[in-house]
């Protein structure tokens, strides 16, 4: 029986990029202290970045307990079901003759 690992184990070819990348962030850092316009430009697009996977983490956890419930109160969906609510009399309507 194969034994559950705790913590996933990484490549040194990850960890090696990881620390490639964090070195080239912390390079464009130290230029934005300095003062220099790109540097200030690209620093503030990186912390932009950050605020948006930060709120969408957010909201991610916000909602999916949510729809989870909602998927126990409405049941599972059989198998021919639309997972976007779609009535199918009415698709079939819409479509023509």
Same mark, same amino acid.
């Given at each position: $029986?194969?034994?559950?690992?705790?913590?996933?184990?990484? +490549?040194?070819?990850? $960890?090696?990029? *990881?620390?490639? &990348?964090?070195?080239?962030?912390?390079?464009?850092? +130290?230029?934005?202290?300095?003062?220099?316009?790109? =540097?200030?430009?690209?620093? =503030?697009?990186?912390?932009?970045?950050?605020?948006?996977?930060?709120?969408?983490? &957010? *909201?991610?956890? $916000?909602?999916?307990?949510?729809?989870?419930? $909602?998927?126990?109160?409405?049941?599972?969906?059989? =198998?021919?079901? +639309?997972?976007?609510? &779609? %009535?199918? %009399?009415? =698709?079939?309507?819409?479509?023509?003759?």
């Amino acid at each position: $029986m194969p034994r559950q690992v705790f913590i996933r184990q990484f +490549s040194i070819r990850w $960890m090696l990029g *990881l620390i490639a &990348v964090f070195a080239l962030i912390s390079l464009v850092l +130290s230029h934005a202290i300095a003062g220099r316009a790109w =540097a200030v430009g690209v620093a =503030a697009a990186i912390v932009a970045l950050g605020i948006v996977f930060l709120v969408h983490a &957010v *909201l991610f956890g $916000m909602l999916w307990p949510i729809a989870e419930m $909602m998927q126990k109160v409405k049941g599972p969906r059989s =198998a021919g079901e +639309s997972p976007f609510g &779609v %009535d199918s %009399d009415v =698709a079939s309507s819409e479509a023509g003759p």
